[in-house]
């Protein structure tokens, strides 16, 4: 839901940088490790000391190219590496080197899919009521366009922490320094808080596929800058703030929506918003002028004269091309077609790579795409939430998952004889079959022993029988569950409900 009045709208551009999965560093042979002690992976190249040459790290251009291919974006055959100086305590050398007039990557486009506008307003104003409690929501795609992807070397970290440091003073790590990034600017085409956190989603999910970058935010390897402005809807763009190093998507929505709010009520009390770059406070809920914000001019960028220009042959960009797999999109929309997939559940499970590949085989497994669909997208995200780890982190394996819907569907075992075995099978792994016979969870399919069930329920139901044979189907529901509890839930519900409709009403 909006938090701007009806005629006042959000204008957002996201700048995300994101780590290169590289054993080495961009210009350097330093490798690139996490969790190193400090200063540990520094090589004098990334610190620029007097003699020393930059090397461009070859499996960093393949890399630009998969993700330029695979945001239909142009691969431009020759850029060039600049100089942007500036001085800050993590950058010895006084200046990062970057992509600016030429970068390797411009002009393409993602697309995300979001709830139409006013969806969310009509939902919460009740007009939305008639929706089937806990529908998965209405969406529609959105193109958001991507200005350019260049290639530039991270910097080093500050450390202010007295836990990490050791003492009140402020630390320097240069393990970061010199760390392959994309940098990658999206044209200002996102009108919410939920609209860019859409965005962040799809485009991590790309560079996961195609492994481009691990992406991991708590590592610091996919981190976000903000640019956000508010307008009258139809006026020209107002003045834009940029939020820096937003790390997680709850506080990317809530940054972005705390300056709007913030840009609002300046506005509306006659103030004007002043083109600075914000720092956020997620404890607080609010953002704060860090500095004013700076121009490309204030960073003299100059070609770097170390560096000749890169230029990439067009057999290299078709081989690249070539290799590329499967991408998010069009497996999203071969789910929907080859399994019969809602729009939602085969947006969920595509998701991640490996959440995709873990339903394709445990769909291959059981022969049950829908019943693996909804497995996965209930039971198995729920414990992946609860544990907060990967799929892979499970000794839940598809072929144990598959094996267990077929006992479902074989009519083997019933769906709450399958969900009492499904914890252990996430934490220990197993064989659903072998637990089931070892714990007499096999399901009755004995017509007689399920006759006998239902007998002794009708029997202790006459009022309840009486209701039926009137015409009410109801209470049916609660004589089934009367049956199921009988047999401690081993009847196959199917031939309890066929036994029970021919005892009562012949």
């Not at 100089?83 to 995300?112: A, H, T």
């Amino acid at each position: 839901m909006s938090i701007l009045p009806d005629d006042y709208e959000m204008v957002i551009g996201l700048e995300v940088h994101t780590h290169l999965k590289t054993e080495s560093k961009l210009f350097s042979p330093a490798p690139v490790r996490y969790g190193e002690a400090p200063n540990h992976s520094v090589h004098p190249i990334d610190l620029a000391l007097p003699g020393v040459l930059p090397v461009l790290n070859e499996r960093v251009v393949e890399l630009a190219i998969r993700l330029g291919l695979a945001i239909h974006a142009t691969v431009n055959e020759q850029s060039i590496f600049a100089r942007k100086n500036y001085f800050y305590p993590d950058l010895p050398k006084g200046y990062q080197i970057s992509q600016f007039e030429e970068p390797v990557v411009s002009v393409g486009w993602l697309d995300i899919e979001v709830e139409p506008e006013g969806a969310a307003n009509a939902r919460a104003s009740g007009k939305g009521k008639g929706k089937k409690k806990g529908a998965a929501p209405e969406l529609a795609r959105k193109r958001i366009g991507i200005t350019r992807a260049h290639i530039e070397e991270d910097a080093g970290k500050s450390i202010h922490d007295v836990a990490i440091a050791g003492s009140a003073d402020s630390c320097i790590d240069l393990n970061r320094a010199g760390v392959p990034l994309l940098e990658i600017v999206s044209e200002p085409d996102l009108r919410s808080p939920q609209e860019a956190s859409a965005y962040l989603r799809a485009l991590r999910s790309i560079l996961r596929y195609i492994g481009v970058s691990d992406a991991d935010m708590e590592k610091g390897q996919f981190r976000c800058d903000a640019n956000v402005s508010i307008r009258e809807k139809g006026a020209e763009f107002g003045t834009r703030t940029e939020i820096k190093n937003l790390n997680s998507f709850t506080h990317v929505e809530d940054a972005i929506e705390a300056e709007a709010i913030r840009q609002l009520e300046l506005t509306l009390d006659g103030g004007e918003v002043v083109q600075a770059t914000m720092g956020y406070d997620p404890e607080r809920r609010r953002t704060h002028v860090q500095r004013l914000k700076e121009n490309s001019d204030d960073y003299r960028y100059f070609p770097d004269p170390d560096l000749i220009p890169l230029r990439i042959d067009p057999a290299k960009i078709e081989a690249v091309r070539e290799a590329l797999p499967e991408l998010p999109e069009e497996k999203r929309e071969r789910f929907e077609a080859e399994y019969a997939l809602s729009a939602y559940d085969a947006g969920v499970l595509t998701a991640s790579r490996t959440l995709a590949d873990f339903f394709e085989e445990t769909a291959k497994g059981c022969g049950a795409p829908k019943a693996a669909a909804n497995w996965i997208t209930r039971d198995v995200l729920r414990e992946l939430k609860e544990r907060e780890c990967e799929i892979e982190d499970l000794a839940l394996s598809p072929a144990i998952l598959g094996k267990l819907i077929a006992l479902v569907e074989e009519g083997r075992l019933t769906q709450k004889s399958a969900a009492q075995l499904f914890p252990d099978l996430v934490a220990d792994g197993g064989d659903p079959e072998a637990m089931m016979v070892e714990r007499g969870l096999e399901a009755v399919s004995d017509a007689g022993a399920i006759e006998g069930f239902v007998d002794e329920v009708i029997a202790a139901n006459p009022d309840v029988v009486q209701q039926v044979r009137d015409g009410d189907d109801k209470p049916l529901n609660f004589l089934m569950g009367q049956v199921m509890k009988a047999s401690q839930g081993k009847a196959e519900p199917g031939q309890v409900r066929k036994a029970l409709a021919e005892k009562i009403r012949g």
